[in-house]
């Protein structure tokens, strides 16, 4: 398995500008994180699907993003608009049994917003 | 008070030490530990799980204990491979909470020549 994919691995864009970050996941698994890591926080999670449901959005910072799981293989966190203070690394990992398990991370999109 | 907190370091040590982490978590309820390692500009990965009773793989070995909400990792003979951020991850079970993972904000290794 080519493990939980990202794309882009870079961004760079304008203030006021809208991102898409996509992840696909490692087939077969039923969970899909997404994380928030920046020096000051370290890795914050965002939201969380379980079955393409979102369960937990509380780390969301607020309503400029949104995220979406449309099919079992694919999920995309949205920005809009973005900030500066949204730059930062954003991952995506899944997992075959929640928490409690091994959880597999994608090599990150790293976003810089200018 | 940090749900999971860690020393960030950095822990400068020669190779062939012994070098010790610790960690400390907040809520009683957690049931899941772990120790990822993330290298420089790379994603986290699963170093070793935490068991109840210790557990160790190859050079490394992990300790938990419930009673003072503590868990160490115990690096021997480090390699300048094992440099690395280690971070320390508590997940809470039970309830609404079972599958979120709360990580530590990582302790910085350099092991040098």
């Known amino acids: 398995d080519a493990g939980v994919i990202q794309s882009p691995r870079h961004e760079v864009t304008e203030m006021g500008q809208e991102v898409t970050l996509r992840c696909k996941p490692i087939?077969?698994?039923?969970?899909l994180f997404w994380y928030r890591q920046t020096m000051m926080r370290g890795l914050e999670l965002l939201i969380y699907?379980?079955?393409?449901?979102?369960?937990?959005d509380s780390g969301m910072p607020e309503d400029r993003f949104s995220a979406k799981m449309p099919n079992a293989s694919f999920s995309t966190l949205k920005i809009q608009p973005s900030e500066p203070r949204d730059s930062a690394v954003y991952f995506c990992?899944?997992?075959?049994?929640?928490?409690?398990?091994?959880?597999?991370f994608g090599a990150g999109t790293r976003l810089s917003v200018l | 008070r940090k749900e999971v907190e860690q020393d960030p370091g950095p822990f400068n040590v020669p190779e062939g030490a012994t070098v010790a982490f610790n960690c400390t978590y907040s809520?009683?309820?957690?049931?899941?530990f772990f120790w990822y390692r993330q290298d420089c500009r790379k994603e986290p990965k699963l170093l070793m799980s935490?068991?109840?009773s210790g557990n160790e793989d190859g050079r490394f070995t992990a300790q938990l204990n419930r009673a003072s909400q503590y868990i160490s990792l115990l690096i021997r003979d480090s390699k300048l491979s094992d440099s690395a951020t280690y971070l320390c991850?508590?997940?809470?079970?039970?309830?609404?909470?079972?599958?979120?993972?709360?990580f530590g904000t990582g302790t910085l290794l350099a092991v040098q020549p």
């Open positions: 990992a899944s997992t075959l049994n929640g928490g409690a398990d091994i959880q597999y």
């Open positions: 087939s077969g698994h039923d969970y």
């Open positions: 699907f379980n079955n393409n449901v979102p369960i937990d």
């Open positions: 809520n009683s309820a957690s049931q899941s």
């Open positions: 935490v068991y109840s």
């Open positions: 991850v508590v997940n809470l079970s039970g309830g609404g909470a079972t599958n979120k993972l709360i």
